[in-house]
């Protein structure tokens, strides 16, 4: 049984437009559902009201899993994970110019582009395709 409701999780997917909060893949290029992410996990004490919700890709939650920090590869520094409701996505990531990878614009950034393996070589080959068909990097 999930922890949170049909209606709860729509929601998130909705005000996410169907984009991972991570890595921003759009749900129709990834051939599966978004799932929700528990942002701080409830085995760290999180919970399943709406502010602690995120739509996340399957990768992206699957490298995330339970962690809250990351090393920010520039400093080597631990510092706490992007957190989809208390920050800006465009404040803390960009893309490269030929869309094919996130950059880390801060050291939250940084540090969950590690963490998560957003420009994971399955990925990268991927959006390669999507940047060539312009559906791809979205439009944040």
Not at 99 to 104: D, R, V
Not at 120 to 125: G, K, S, T, V
């Amino acid at each position: 049984m999930s922890l949170v409701s049909p209606t709860i999780r729509q929601q998130v997917i909705s005000e996410a437009q169907q984009c991972c909060e991570y890595c921003q893949t759009q749900q129709c290029l990834i051939g599966m559902p978004l799932v929700i992410d528990h942002i701080i996990p409830l085995s760290l004490g999180g919970s399943s009201d709406r502010a602690n919700l995120a739509a996340s890709c399957y990768r992206c939650n699957e490298f995330k899993g339970a962690k809250t920090q990351g090393i920010d590869p520039e400093t080597g520094e631990t510092v706490t994970l992007f957190h989809p409701r208390q920050q800006v996505w465009a404040e803390h990531f960009a893309w490269t110019e030929e869309g094919t990878q996130i950059k880390g614009l801060t050291a939250v950034g940084r540090a969950t582009v590690s963490a998560l393996k957003v420009n994971n070589e399955y990925a990268i080959a991927s959006r390669r395709i999507w940047v060539a068909e312009n559906w791809h990097p979205p439009n944040i």
